[in-house]
T-cell receptor, first 108, second 111 residues
Framework: AQRVTQPEKLLSVFKGAPVELKCNYS??????LFWYVQYSRQRLQLLLR??SRESIKGFTADLNKGETSFHLKKPFAQEEDSAMYYC??????????FGTGTRLQVFP | NAGVTQTPKFRVLKTGQSMTLLCAQD?????MYWYRQDPGMGLRLIHY???????AKGEVPDGYNVSRLKKQNFLLGLESAAPSQTSVYFC??????????FGAGTRLSVL
């Protein structure tokens, strides 16, 4: 069965520290993976997708098919990065399967 | 450009009452979705629609009904609300490149 696992409910770091939010997936086909972010009092929005291979707000994510992972990374966390982050897998191109989310807290 | 708009933003119901949540999108998207968000469980798909006049069940459809009479609107109904339906409900529509656009959410409490 298709599944997205985010093992950390909460990740706390200090400003300037590196950040890695973990995401593992199980999927029998070719996955399409996304990271969505929800800042406080804002709606959920797309952060990045693996196909575009771009860096958004300093975040990057690389699809590792061997480890079935799509971890989100940023070398130097900022306070404004504090938010809820969801990893998502596209299933049959018409639905997304979301992980349970990781709350990132960046302390000053 | 409003994007995806949900109404109402907040609602308190008593057990057994009914209500309808409205989702409207102005991006001419074919696909629309209703999710619920609960602590520790992420977003779970309730129902979705791949076009006007079509609906399909998601992961947690029990206790909910939906209708897509117009392309721009997707309604979520609770016929007899239960405390287990206390949640935050999000609507989304999907555009090109499989990117979903979300509404601001509806916070529902069932007492």
């Amino acid at each position: 069965a298709q599944r997205v696992t985010q093992p950390e409910k909460l990740l706390s770091v200090f400003k300037g520290a590196p950040v890695e939010l973990k995401c593992n997936y199980s999927y029998s086909g070719s996955p399409e993976l996304f990271w969505y972010v929800q800042y406080s009092r804002q709606r959920l929005q797309l952060l990045l997708r693996h196909i575009s291979r771009e860096s958004i707000k300093g975040f990057t994510a690389d699809l590792n098919k061997g480890e079935t992972s799509f971890h989100l990374k940023k070398p130097f966390a900022q306070e404004e990065d504090s938010a809820m982050y969801y990893c998502a897998l596209s299933k049959n191109t018409d639905k997304l399967i979301f992980g349970t989310g990781t709350r990132l807290q960046v302390f000053p | 450009n409003a994007g995806v708009t949900q109404t109402p933003k907040f609602r308190v119901l008593k057990t057994g009452q009914s209500m309808t949540l409205l989702c409207a999108q102005d991006m001419n998207h074919e696909y629309m979705y209703w999710y619920r968000q609960d602590p520790g469980m992420g977003l779970r798909l309730i129902h979705y629609s791949v076009g006007e006049g079509t609906t399909a069940k998601g992961e947690v459809p029990d206790g909910y009904n939906v209708s897509r009479l117009k392309k721009q609107n997707f309604l979520l109904g609770l016929e007899s609300a239960a405390p287990s339906q206390t949640s935050v409900y999000f609507c989304a529509s999907m555009g090109v490149q499989n990117i979903q656009y979300f509404g601001a959410g509806t916070r529902l409490s069932v007492l």
